[in-house]
T-cell receptor, first 117, second 114 residues
């Protein structure tokens, strides 16, 4: 079965600093990987996704992530944090079940990003 | 494309009561998912529909939970005899193969059981 581990339940950065949110996955087959962002009392918004094409994936709001198979990682980065980036971020893995064409998402526990002025 | 919508956004109920939530997926999305998110956790899969067929249910979905998607469009999630442990955010997502099956989430329904 697949799983996701997000290292660090809270990350705090200064405005303008590098953002690095860590995600490691476990999967016996090549996965699809996703990062979602959740603002308070709202649903999840897709930031970016890896679906076995380019290993460096660019998403919305200046975020990007790199798929590293050897490290089973999919860390999320942004060169310069903005106050509006403060939210909770979830990494998720999807593995299409054998013989089926759909895949439920398995999420990490989330990382709360705080941005200080 | 108006996005996934969910109603109500908030529901407060007393233990033992029945509640029903509704999800309207993105039009033409034939796949619909329900997830549950408790405080401080990531969402957990509950169930999946392809068109009107319910193809998978998680062990999290006890006998008190039932989900339907009668015409392959909107879906309802009913919880009977609610318990305090049912308090959570219930999230709906929809997807389509045309969109590489990427799941788009609604705003969620927050349930509080007193």
């Amino acid at each position: 079965a697949q799983s996701v581990t997000q290292l660090g339940s809270h990350v705090s950065v200064s405005e303008g600093a590098l953002v690095l949110l860590r995600c490691n996955y476990s999967s016996s087959v090549p996965p699809y990987l996703f990062w979602y962002v959740q603002y308070p009392n709202q649903g999840l918004q897709l930031l970016l996704k890896y679906t076995s094409a380019a290993t460096l994936v660019k998403g919305i709001n200046g975020f990007e992530a790199e798929f590293k198979k050897s490290e089973t990682s999919f860390h999320l980065t942004k060169p310069s944090a903005h106050m509006s980036d403060a939210a909770e971020y979830f990494c998720a893995v999807r593995v299409n079940a054998g013989g089926t064409s759909y895949g439920k998402l398995t999420f990490g526990q989330g990382t709360i990003l705080t941005v200080h002025p | 494309d108006t996005g996934v919508s969910q109603n109500p956004r908030h529901k407060i109920t007393k233990r033992g009561q029945n509640v029903t939530f509704r999800c309207d997926p993105i039009s033409e999305h034939n796949r619909l998912y329900w997830y549950r998110q408790t405080l401080g956790q990531g969402p957990e899969f509950l169930t999946y529909f392809q068109n009107e067929a319910q193809l998978e249910k998680s062990r999290l979905l006890s006998d008190r939970f039932s989900a339907e998607r009668p015409k392959g469009s909107f879906s309802t999630l009913e919880i009977q005899r609610t318990e305090q442990g049912d308090s959570a955010m219930y999230l709906c997502a929809s997807s389509s193969l045309r969109g590489s099956d990427t799941q788009y989430f609604g705003p969620g329904t927050r349930l509080t059981v007193l």
